[in-house]
């Protein structure tokens, strides 16, 4: 158990709908990273955000958005869902800012958009 | 922007033997270096990391090894095991944390 909470673990939608995933950071970690891993595409980078503001970003879509609250926990917004949207999304939490340590995976949630 | 890739996307080895993956970066100023073992179901789990400033750093059964000069990373596994069958995936760091695209490892007995 890395510490990290993700939820739902799996949701299935429609296109066209909005979804949001939920994370909670190990105890203690500043960091919430955003990752989508599809079938043929490996981990791809969205967003990373440290101690509430964003820190870095990466391939995330227009219609994707993501926030991290006071408490730290973080939530990723997705809208306007397209078929190729499907993929597990994982969050990732470190201690610092990248490059200060290792990473904790969540479990990911599995988002089928049918 | 920085590119990892991965020489090989399955790799196939016996129980025992020693198992190497490979890794390539793009970007010189990539200072940080991480290997993740994804088993089916789970999220990456970290294995190992080296900074910039070393080019060998050994841990349980595993050694990674950097190559600044060819931009080229690999991963070690000593006396690879069934348990270690899973997909492997080099992270760089320059700015943010870029996974390359991942090698299945499969084990036979």
């Known amino acids: 158990d890395s510490g990290v909470t993700q939820t739902p673990k799996h949701l299935i939608t429609a296109t066209g709908q909005r979804v949001t995933l939920r994370c909670s950071p190990r105890s203690g970690d500043l960091s919430v990273y955003w990752y989508q891993q599809s079938l043929d595409q490996g981990l791809q980078f969205l967003i990373q955000y440290y101690n509430g503001e964003e820190r870095a970003k990466g391939n995330i879509l227009e219609r994707f958005s993501a926030q991290q609250f006071p408490d730290l926990h973080s939530e990723l917004n997705l809208s306007s869902l397209e078929l190729g949207d499907s993929a597990l999304y994982f969050c990732a939490s470190s201690v610092g800012p990248v490059g200060s340590g290792e990473l904790f995976f969540g479990e990911g949630s599995r988002l089928t958009v049918l | 922007g920085e590119s990892v890739g991965l020489h090989l996307p399955t790799l196939s080895v016996q129980e025992g033997d020693n198992s190497i993956i490979n890794c390539a970066y793009s970007?010189?100023?990539?200072?940080?270096f991480i290997w993740y073992k994804q088993e089916s179901g789970k999220g990456p789990q970290f294995i190992i990391d080296?900074?910039?400033?070393?080019d060998k750093r050994q841990g349980q059964r595993v050694t990674v090894l950097l190559n600044k000069t060819v931009k080229h990373l690999s991963l070690q596994i000593a006396a690879t095991q069934p348990g270690d069958s899973a997909v492997y995936f080099c992270a760089v760091q320059g700015g943010k944390l870029i996974f390359g695209q991942g090698t299945e490892l499969s084990v036979k007995p």
């Open positions: 080296i900074r910039s400033n070393m």
């Open positions: 970007n010189s100023a990539s200072d940080y």
